[in-house]
T-cell receptor
Framework: NAGVTQTPKFRVLKTGQSMTLLCAQD?????MYWYRQDPGMGLRLIHY???????AKGEVPDGYNVSRLKKQNFLLGLESAAPSQTSVYFC??????????FGPGTRLTVL | GESVGLHLPTLSVQEGDNSIINCAYS??????FIWYKQESGKGPQFIID?????DKRQGQRVTVLLNKTVKHLSLQIAATQPGDSAVYFC?????????????FGKGITLSVRP
């Protein structure tokens, strides 16, 4: 099993550009999550999904959208990137409420 | 508001010594706790978890202790090795159904001296 994978690993955007981060998991997990990690801030939840076709807002959802069209995939979109969205983004998944398994992260820089 | 915090931002230990990483949580109703390890450039990795109906749980070289009276969680690493150098996060969860979420602490850096 590959576990949780994320693409791309790195990306540089200009302010106002859009992009989509892809998360995929092969563990048949119901729950999937998107976090951002900033120095001194820990992990903050952006959006999450408790099942295919469902999404919900987390702690810091503004400026992001998500979609869960397939159980194994969870997409995070930035419609108009801002420098404040420079961060490392982690996707995670879990079979039930509890232990979450994380991907390797995407390092995004917005100029 | 509720928060999960760590007492110290960094911890330096000698290789072979035992390490103790502490975490304070403020939500007395939290019923599930996890410790994660994050190496540089990688995602957080599950280490060990504990439910609120337990006060101790042991894994391979790691032990988690939960003191609900003072809302304190600790991770003990026996015979610390250079490969243990990483940032460690505690996380708590209050089970409120399908929308339950983990709340993470800010992390503490463990540095192992050779």
């Amino acid at each position: 099993n590959a576990g949780v994978t994320q693409t791309p690993k790195f990306r540089v955007l200009k302010t106002g550009q859009s992009m989509t981060l892809l998360c995929a998991q092969d563990m048949n997990h119901e729950y999937m999550y998107w976090y951002r990690q900033d120095p001194g801030m820990g992990l903050r939840l952006i959006h999450y999904s408790v099942g295919e076709g469902t999404t919900a807002k987390g702690e810091v959802p503004d400026g992001y959208n998500v979609s869960r069209l397939k159980k194994q995939n969870f997409l995070l979109g930035l419609e108009s990137a801002a420098p404040s969205q420079t961060s490392v983004y982690f996707c995670a998944s879990s079979y039930h409420l509890g232990t979450q398994y994380f991907g390797p992260g995407t390092r995004l820089t917005v100029l | 508001g509720e928060s999960v915090g760590l007492h110290l931002p960094t911890l330096s230990v000698q290789e072979g010594d035992n390490s103790i990483i502490n975490c304070a949580y403020s939500n007395s109703a939290s019923d599930y706790f996890i410790w994660y390890k994050q190496e540089s450039g990688k995602g957080p990795q599950f280490i060990i978890d504990i439910r609120s109906n337990m006060d101790k749980r042991q894994g391979q070289r790691v032990t988690v202790l939960l003191n609900k009276t003072v809302k304190h969680l600790s991770l003990q690493i026996a015979a610390t090795q250079p490969g243990d150098s990483a940032v460690y996060f505690c996380a708590e969860m209050l089970n409120t159904g399908a929308n339950s979420k983990l709340t993470f602490g800010k992390g503490i850096t463990l540095s192992v001296r050779p």
